[in-house]
């Protein structure tokens, strides 16, 4: 089955730091990932997603993430943190089981930008 | 916002009893997957409709069950509630293809179960 686990818990960065979020895949075939965030008492919102092509992947709120074929890592990465990015993000990689666009997510991983 | 509305916002039920959750796709939106999100926890996925019909099930007991219509909205209905059934449940509609497959999620049911 399609997996992906995020690691830490928890990330702290100070605002204005570049900010990165982990994220590693098991798939069987080609994986297509996504990076969502949810922010307090509110649904999933869609960041960005990688099918194939250039492995920087380029999204919504100045983050992109970066597919690595060897190392099975999808990370996401924003230059520059705010205030505001502070919420809990989640990896997902389609797990096509049946003919289906199912998502698999991981744990989330809580971001605190610190003022 | 992505156009994918659920209803009602959050409720409160007593083991046992019977819940009904409802979601309307986003424009042009063939499909609704269901989402059980615990608490602390990674979304997990219930079950999927495509045109209607069933099209993929987690590992959910039967107790769960659905229905979409022909509009594309969707119904999650869950029988003879338990404790563990507390959490939020997201709804999210896509139109398939191989390259542009996105989910788009609502902003969730919240169902606590006393």
């Known amino acids: 089955a399609q997996s992906v686990a995020q690691p830490e818990d928890q990330v702290n960065v100070a605002e204005g730091n570049p900010l990165t979020v982990k994220c590693t895949y098991s798939?069987?075939?080609?994986?297509?990932l996504f990076w969502y965030v949810q922010y307090p008492n509110r649904g999933l919102q869609f960041l960005l997603k990688?099918?194939?092509?250039?492995?920087l992947v380029k999204g919504s709120y100045g983050f992109e993430a970066e597919f690595n074929k060897s190392q099975t890592s999808f990370h996401l990465k924003k230059p520059s943190a705010l205030v505001s990015d502070s919420a809990l993000y989640f990896c997902a990689v389609r797990d096509g089981r049946g003919g289906n666009n199912r998502l698999a997510f991981g744990k989330g991983n809580q971001v605190v930008v610190i003022p | 916002e992505t156009g994918v509305t659920q209803s009602p916002t959050h409720l409160i039920k007593t083991r046992g009893q019977q819940v009904t959750l409802r979601c309307s796709s986003q424009s042009g939106h063939n499909t609704v997957s269901w989402y059980q999100q615990a608490l602390g926890q990674g979304p997990q996925f219930i079950f999927q409709y495509y045109r209607e019909e069933e099209n993929g099930r987690g590992n959910f007991p039967p107790r769960f069950s659905g229905l979409q219509f022909p509009n594309y909205s969707s119904e999650l209905n869950v029988n003879a509630l338990e404790l563990d059934d507390s959490a939020l449940y997201l709804c999210?509609?896509?139109?398939?293809?191989?390259?542009?497959?996105?989910?788009?999620f609502g902003p969730g049911t919240r169902l606590t179960v006393l």
């Open positions: 999210a509609s896509s139109f398939p293809t191989s390259r542009t497959d996105t989910q788009y």
């Open positions: 990688y099918i194939t092509g250039d492995n």
């Open positions: 798939v069987s075939g080609n994986p297509y």
